[in-house]
Every structure is written in structure tokens, then in C-alpha cells.
């Protein structure tokens, strides 16, 4: 049973490398490029504003250095 784990484990690794390397080849640069500068201001505006307000509603066990920590750690914990 645990070569037969080891097995699709193996095979799971090889298809996500060949994916990823099959859709690699395929994107066009200059898409990814021209998209650039909006796909940063969209991560940051959800790692500093949205974030933050969806856990606005812990706010009154914390004092605003934890609420601050809690809000912007990236831990999926």
C-alpha cells in the first residue's frame, strides 16, 4: 500500500511539473507585462485594506498592536 502511495504521489508531481511547464510555454509576455502594475496595486490594496476590515470584527478582544499583527500576518493558520 505504501508503494502504491509513493507511486501516485510520484505521478501527481510529474503531471503538476508538466502542466505548469505546458502552460509556461504557451503565455504571451507581453499580456503578463501590460497587467503588471493593476495586479500589484490589487495585491497590496487586499493585503492592506481588505484584510485588515475583514477582521475588523475581533477588534475588541485585541489591543490594536495584536489587531495589527492578526490582520496582516499572511499564516493561513
Known amino acids: 500500500m505504501?508503494?502504491?502511495s509513493k507511486e501516485v504521489h510520484l505521478n501527481?508531481?510529474?503531471a503538476t511539473i508538466?502542466?505548469?511547464a505546458l502552460l509556461g510555454a504557451s503565455?504571451?509576455?507581453h499580456v503578463?507585462?501590460?497587467?503588471?502594475?493593476?495586479g500589484i496595486?490589487?495585491?497590496l490594496s487586499v493585503i492592506l485594506?481588505?484584510?485588515p476590515i475583514a477582521t475588523l470584527p475581533i477588534l475588541k478582544w485585541w489591543n490594536l498592536r495584536e489587531y495589527l499583527f492578526i490582520a496582516l500576518n499572511d499564516r493561513e493558520a
Not at 32 to 38: A, E, G, M, R, V
Open 12 to 14: 501527481e508531481s510529474l
Open 49 to 51: 485594506l481588505a484584510r
Open 18 to 20: 508538466f502542466i505548469f
Open 41 to 43: 496595486v490589487i495585491a
Open 27 to 29: 503565455i504571451d509576455l
Open 32 to 38: 503578463i507585462t501590460s497587467n503588471l502594475t493593476k
Open 2 to 4: 505504501r508503494a502504491i
